[in-house]
C-alpha cells in the first residue's frame, strides 16, 4: 500500500530531512532527483531525519529525465500551487507517484503544462500567503492519501 513521494530538485536539507522521517514513518517510499541544493550527507538533513535515514526507501536519480524514463509507466499526481483541481480530486490508489518542485520555484514550467490532467494544489484561505513549507505540503497530501486507503 505503499505510496511514493517524489521531490524534484530539493534545495532545502532540512525539509528533505524533514520528509524523510514522514517517508518512513507513513510507510511511504522517497524518490530524490537531482540536482540537490546541498550535498546528500549535509548535517542538516541527517539532524531533520534523524538516525532514521539509514531506515528509508529511497531512489536517488541523476535527473528528471532518468525518473520520469524509469517510472514511464507509473500512475502520477503532480502537486503545485498551479493546479486548478484540489489535492481532495486525487485518486489515490497503491503505489501512486505524487510528485513535488524545489522549494523555490515549484515544478518546472514544462512539466505543468505537460501535465495538466495530472495537477493539483492544496487550497489556501489567504490572499496573503503563496505557498506552504514543501515538508508541511508533503505531509498534508500523504496522510490525505492514507486517509483515502484506509
Not at 31 to 42: A, R, S, T
Request: charged fraction near 25%; avoid cysteine.
Amino acid at each position: 500500500m505503499p505510496l511514493n513521494i517524489v521531490l524534484i530538485e530539493p534545495e532545502i536539507p532540512n525539509n528533505t530531512g524533514n520528509i524523510g522521517r514522514l517517508s518512513l514513518a507513513s510507510g511511504s517510499n522517497l524518490h530524490l532527483v537531482k540536482p540537490f541544493g546541498f550535498e546528500i550527507d549535509d548535517k542538516r538533513l541527517k539532524r531533520a531525519g534523524l538516525d532514521y535515514w539509514q531506515h528509508l526507501n529511497v531512489t536517488y536519480y541523476e535527473s528528471a529525465e532518468e525518473f520520469f524514463s524509469i517510472n514511464a509507466d507509473k500512475k502520477m499526481a503532480f502537486l503545485s500551487s498551479h493546479g486548478e483541481k484540489s489535492h481532495w480530486e486525487i485518486n489515490y490508489e497503491d503505489d501512486l507517484f505524487l510528485v513535488f518542485g524545489k522549494e523555490s520555484v515549484g515544478l518546472p514550467k514544462t512539466l505543468i503544462n505537460q501535465r495538466k490532467n495530472d495537477l493539483f494544489k492544496i487550497p489556501l484561505f489567504s490572499e496573503h500567503v503563496r505557498s506552504l513549507n514543501l515538508s508541511n505540503a508533503v505531509s498534508i497530501i500523504i496522510y490525505e492519501g492514507l486517509r483515502q486507503l484506509k
